[in-house]
C-alpha cells in the first residue's frame, strides 16, 4: 500500500504500465503546446504587456504629467481635469491615494503610449468593463502602448488593496469616436 | 536501540504509534482546528461583507478581517496541521519514535506564540495589511515578529520530521524504501524549508523596516522575493494534500501506487520546478522581462503541472485498480459507486480531488498564462481559484484525513456519525460555490479585497453589471453552506475527542492486515486495468483544453496592447 514501504524492493526497475506512460506523454506534449502557445502569442496576438518601464521619482512622475494636463485639459469634472491628448502622444496616469488623476479622453482606433507610475503606495490598474489588469509600483514608470477599440466611458477601479480609501479609489476614462483627423 | 519508548499498535491499521509523537500530533492538529475555527469566523464575515444586500462589516473592520482571515487560515490552520501530518509521516508510517520531541515541543510553542503575536497586532486594528503585507503599506512590528516566529517553529518541525527519517533508517524499522506517503510528506518538507528560507530573506528586512532601522524597501524587489515564500508555501500543501490522498486511498480502500516509480517522480517534479512559480504574481508587474515571465510561470514548460496531472490519474487509478481486485468489475464505474460514499475520509477526500483538479488545476494554469492574466489579476476570481486550491484542495484533504486520525490517534470513535457523514458533501459543495462564483465575479472585472463594489461614495463612481451583484451574493449563500460544513466538522471533531467513545489500546501486534494482501503484487506480470479512471482522465483533459483556449478567445477580446 501507499503507506507501507514498496514491496518490491527494486521499484524503480517495474515497468510503467502502459496507460499511465500514455498520460505522462500527452500531459508532457499539452505543456509543450501552453509553454509555445504564450511565445506565439508574443509573435502573432494583439494583447501583450510591453516589457518597457523605467525607475522614476514621483516627483518627476507627476512634472511630466502636470506638463501633459496644463497642455491638453478641455474640461473640468468633478474637480478632475479631463485631459484630450493628441493622437499618438504620450499620455500619463497618476495613481495616488486615492485617485487615478487626470481623467484621460482618448479617441477610438487610436494608438497612445500609455504611461503609469505610482506616487505612493501599490495600486492595481483596472480598466472596466474592458477588464485590462496591471499592477502599479511607485518608483516604476510602465509604459505600455493601448488602441482602445470600444467608445464610452470607462471606470478605473483599484484593484490592490492600499489601504482604508481603497474601495474609494476610482478613476475615469473617455474613448470617443474619431473626431477625423 | 539506545532509546527505549512506549509505543501502541493500533488494532485497526496495526501501525505503531509512538507517545511522543502522539501527543505531538495531537497538540499540532488541535490547535489547528481552533485556528481554523477562528479563520473560518472570520471568513464568513468577509463573504457576507461582499454580499452586497447584506455587506456586514463597516470598511476598517473589513480589511482586518480579510486580514485575518487569510492569515489564521492560509498560515496558521494549514501548516499547524501540516506538521501534524510531517509527525504522523515519519513516526507512525514508518514505526519510529520520533527524532527530539522535547525540540519539537519548542517548535510548537514557537509557533503558537508567533500566531498569538501577529493575532493580536490584526486585532489592535494597526497591522490591516493583508497576509502578503505588500511594503510600503506598514504594519505594527510584532505583525512581522510574529510571522517570523512561526516560520522558525514551523522550520524546527521539518528539521524533527527529517530527524526521525534518520532514526528510521538507523534503526531499521522499515525496509527498503520509505512509503510513498512518506516520500511525499518529504517532498514537502524540503520544499517548506526552501519556502521558510525565502521568508526569512523578506520578511526580516520588512520587520527592521517597520521599527526603523532599514528606510526604504523596493516593492518590486518585495513582491519578487515575498512571492518565491508565498508561492512556495501553496506546493507544500499541495505535496501534502496529495500524500493525504494516497493515504487515504491505502487505508479505506486498501489502494496501492500504480506504479511507484511514476508517482515518485511525479513528486519529485515538484521539489525540481514549483518554486519558479512566484512569476504567476508578477505577470503584470512592470520592469521584469516576458521571457523570465514566460519561462518561470510555466515551471519550465509546465514540468510541474506535469506532476500534478500525473497525480490526476495516479490517485483514482490506485483506487480502481485496488477496487477491481477486490471484484467490483462490472463495467467502466462499478469499483466507484461501490466506494465507502458513508466514510467521511473517502469521500471527503475523492470530492478534494475531483474539486482540487477540475476548478483549482485548471483555473491555476489558466490564470498563469503569462497574457491571460491581464484579464484576470488582482480580479476576485484570484480568491476564487485558490478556495478551490487550498480549501477545496488541502483543507478538505485535512479534514478528510482528521477523520482517520481521531480513531488512530486521539483513541475514540467519531460521535454523530450521520453529521460526519454528510460533512464532506455540505463543506464540499459551498466551497465549490464560492469558487464558481468568485471566478464568476473575477471575469465581470470584480476586484478582490474590496469592501464595496457599489462604490457609493465614491467622486467617479463605476457601476459593475448587475450579474457581478448576483455572484456575490450567490458566493455569500454558498459561504454560508461552507460556514454550515465547517462548523459541523469542528462540533463533530472536537466532540469525539472530548467525549468519543474510547478504544482500547493495547500493544499486541495485529495478525498480517487483511486489506494488503487483497491487492497482491504489482509490476511487470500485473498491467493494471483503469478503464474508469481513464474515462474521468479524458473528461479532465478536455475541459481543460477548452477551457484554456476559451480564456484565449476572451484575451483577444479586449483592447490590444502591446
Ligand atoms: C467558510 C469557509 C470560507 C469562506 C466563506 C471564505 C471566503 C472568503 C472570501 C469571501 C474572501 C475574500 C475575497 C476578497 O474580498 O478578496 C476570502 C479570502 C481569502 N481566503 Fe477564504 N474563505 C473560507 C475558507 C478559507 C480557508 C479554509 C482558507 C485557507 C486555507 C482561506 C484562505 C483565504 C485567503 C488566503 C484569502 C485572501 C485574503 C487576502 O486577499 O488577503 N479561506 N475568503
Ligand atoms: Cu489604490
Ligand atoms: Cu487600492
Redesign the pocket.
Known amino acids: 500500500m501507499s503507506v507501507s514501504p514498496p514491496k518490491n524492493k527494486i521499484w524503480w526497475n517495474e515497468p510503467v504500465p502502459k496507460s499511465e506512460l500514455m498520460w505522462v506523454i500527452i500531459a508532457f506534449v499539452w505543456g509543450l503546446i501552453m509553454f509555445f502557445m504564450m511565445v506565439y502569442w508574443h509573435a502573432y496576438g494583439e494583447q501583450n504587456l510591453s516589457n518597457e518601464a523605467y525607475r522614476i521619482t514621483a516627483e518627476d512622475f507627476s512634472a511630466k504629467t502636470q506638463t501633459m494636463v496644463d497642455k491638453y485639459t478641455v474640461r473640468e469634472e468633478s474637480g478632475y481635469p479631463v485631459v484630450h491628448p493628441p493622437v499618438g502622444e504620450d499620455v500619463y496616469l497618476i495613481a495616488r491615494l486615492w485617485q487615478w488623476w487626470p481623467i484621460l479622453e482618448l479617441e477610438k482606433g487610436k494608438s497612445y503610449r500609455l504611461h503609469l507610475s505610482s506616487l505612493d503606495w501599490m495600486h492595481g490598474f483596472s480598466l472596466q468593463p474592458v477588464n485590462i489588469n496591471l499592477q502599479i509600483h511607485p518608483d516604476y514608470e510602465m509604459v505600455i502602448t493601448i488602441t482602445p477599440t470600444t467608445s464610452g466611458e470607462f471606470g478605473i477601479v483599484c484593484n490592490e488593496y492600499c489601504g482604508i480609501g481603497h474601495h474609494q479609489m476610482l478613476g475615469r476614462m473617455y474613448v470617443v469616436d474619431n473626431e477625423g483627423t | 536501540m539506545a532509546i527505549k519508548e512506549q509505543y501502541r499498535i493500533c488494532q485497526t491499521t496495526g501501525l505503531r504509534v509512538y507517545k511522543s509523537a502522539e501527543n505531538l500530533i495531537k497538540a499540532n492538529a488541535v490547535v489547528a482546528v481552533v485556528f481554523l475555527l477562528v ?2 469566523i472570520f ?2 464575515m ?2 457576507l461583507t ?1 454580499w452586497k444586500a447584506v455587506h456586514l462589516l463597516p470598511a476598517d473592520w473589513f480589511y482586518l478581517a ?2 485575518a ?2 492569515i489564521n ?2 498560515v496558521v ?2 501548516i499547524f496541521f501540516e506538521i501534524a501530518v510531517l509527525y504522523f509521516a515519519s513516526s507512525v508510517l514508518l514505526g519510529c519514535r520520533l527524532a527530539t520531541p522535547k525540540i519539537a515541543w519548542a517548535g510548537f510553542a514557537l509557533m503558537l506564540i508567533g500566531a498569538l503575536i501577529t493575532n493580536v497586532a490584526v486585532l489592535q486594528g494597526n497591522s490591516s495589511v ?3 503585507s505588500y511594503v510600503p503599506l506598514k504594519a505594527d512590528p510584532s505583525f512581522y515578529a510574529g510571522v517570523i516566529l512561526f516560520a522558525v517553529g514551523a522550520l524546527v518541525g521539518c528539521f524533527v520530521f527529517f530527524g526521525t527519517l534518520v532514526i528510521a533508517k538507523q534503526e531499521k524499522t522499515y525496509e527498503g524504501s520509505v512509503p510513498l506517503v512518506t516520500f511525499g510528506a518529504t517532498v514537502a518538507a524540503i520544499i517548506a524549508v526552501f519556502t521558510i528560507a525565502s521568508g526569512a530573506i523578506i520578511l526580516i528586512p520588512t520587520f527592521l523596516w517597520s521599527i526603523g532601522y532599514v528606510n526604504h524597501l523596493d516593492t518590486l524587489m518585495y513582491r519578487t522575493v515575498w512571492w518565491a515564500f508565498g508561492h512556495s508555501s501553496q506546493q507544500i500543501n499541495v505535496a501534502a494534500h496529495i500524500s493525504i490522498w494516497y493515504l487515504i486511498s491505502a487505508v479505506t480502500l486498501g489502494a496501492k501506487p500504480l506504479s511507484e516509480k511514476v508517482s515518485r517522480g511525479a513528486f519529485l517534479l515538484y521539489i525540481l520546478f514549483l518554486q519558479l512559480a512566484s512569476a504567476h504574481h508578477l505577470l503584470v508587474d512592470p520592469g521584469i522581462s516576458s521571457e523570465w515571465k514566460i519561462f518561470n510561470t510555466s515551471y519550465a514548460i509546465y514540468l510541474a503541472v506535469l506532476g500534478s496531472m500525473i497525480h490526476g490519474l495516479t490517485v483514482p487509478g490506485s483506487m480502481e485498480a485496488a477496487q477491481r481486485k477486490k471484484g467490483y468489475t462490472n463495467g467502466l464505474f462499478e469499483w466507484l459507486r461501490k466506494c465507502p460514499w458513508g466514510n467521511p475520509a473517502f469521500s471527503g477526500m475523492f470530492i478534494s480531488l475531483i474539486l482540487f483538479g477540475f476548478l483549482g488545476g485548471i483555473s491555476g494554469v489558466v490564470m498563469g498564462v503569462e497574457q491571460i492574466n491581464l484579464i484576470i489579476h488582482n480580479t ?1 476570481y484570484v ?1 476564487g481559484h ?2 478551490a486550491t ?2 477545496a484542495g ?2 478538505l484533504a485535512f479534514m478528510a484525513v482528521t477523520y482517520l486520525l481521531v480513531p488512530l490517534i486521539f483513541q475514540r470513535e467519531l460521535i454523530l456519525p450521520w453529521f460526519a457523514k454528510i460533512q464532506p458533501y455540505v463543506f464540499g459543495l459551498g466551497v465549490a460555490g ?1 469558487s464558481v462564483f468568485m471566478m464568476g465575479a473575477g471575469t465581470l472585472g470584480v476586484p ?3 469592501w464595496d463594489i457599489s462604490q457609493a461614495d465614491a467622486v467617479l463612481p463605476y457601476d459593475f453589471p448587475g450579474a457581478a451583484n448576483l455572484m456575490m451574493g450567490l ?1 455569500g449563500m454558498s ?1 454560508v453552506l ?2 454550515l460544513g ?1 462548523a459541523i466538522f469542528i462540533v463533530v471533531v472536537v466532540g469525539s475527542i472530548l467525549f468519543g467513545k474510547k478504544i482500547a489500546s493495547s500493544n499486541e501486534p495485529v495478525a498480517a492486515e487483511e486489506e494488503a494482501t487483497v491487492v497482491s503484487e504489482y509490476g511487470s506480470e500485473e498491467h493494471p486495468n483503469i478503464p474508469g479512471t481513464l474515462i474521468l482522465v479524458a473528461v479532465f483533459f478536455t475541459s481543460f483544453v477548452l477551457y484554456y483556449f476559451v480564456n484565449w478567445k476572451y484575451l483577444a477580446e479586449v483592447w490590444p496592447l502591446r
Open positions: 479563520g473560518g471568513g464568513i468577509v463573504a461582499r480579510l486580514t482571515h487569510g487560515l492560509l490552520w494549514i493583508m497576509f502578503t476576485i480568491p485558490f478556495h487550498v480549501v488541502t483543507t464560492i478582490r479585497r474590496h458566493n459561504a461552507a460556514g465547517g
